[in-house]
């Protein structure tokens, strides 16, 4: 089984309302499977795209090896939950190393970030702000524990 789910996020670093949602689905979804949040700061690089080739180095360097790296960009491929956990799943039983979920800040994810991925995903073609993008992927990541574990959560439509 994978070790555990790492949520790696670049950007602002401002505690807000959205981390307090974060925890609580942080928490429901350990009961399952490990999930750490690691935040990467870049502080003093500009702004634009020298910020993001930055903020691509960083992500890049803090993640362990090995690790399945799952990218998070609009430009990715849409699942369904029911997809997405089905794919975790799979995983889970084959790869006994962290899978990385990886989020860009503002400017978004450097292209060497994509490169590296296994798999880039997106929820839509819909600009989100960073903050509720990483809400979304804890929801999503509690609903693949939900359905893997077949609790009430998810109801399929």
């Given at each position: ?79 369904t939950s029911e997809r997405l956990a089905a ?21 978004g994810l450097d292209d060497a970030v994509r ?11 819909m600009t989100l702000s960073h903050e509720l ?25």
């Open positions: 089984m994978s070790r555990e789910y790492l949520i790696v996020w670049a950007g602002r670093h401002r505690r807000s309302s959205w981390d307090g949602i974060c925890q609580r689905y942080a928490e429901r979804i350990a009961r399952v499977t490990p999930v750490r949040e690691l935040p990467v700061k870049v502080r003093g690089r500009g702004d634009g795209d020298e910020r993001r080739r930055a903020e691509g180095e960083a992500i890049l360097a803090a993640l362990p090896d090995p690790c399945w790296l799952i990218a998070l960009d609009s430009r990715g491929h849409s699942l794919e975790l799943t799979k995983l889970r039983r084959e790869w006994p190393h962290p899978v990385a979920f990886v989020l860009g800040s503002d400017l490169a590296a991925a296994r798999r880039v995903l997106s929820f839509g073609p993008a990483r809400t979304v992927l804890y929801e999503q990541l509690y609903r693949v524990t939900s359905i893997q574990a077949g609790t009430g959560y998810h109801r399929a439509p």
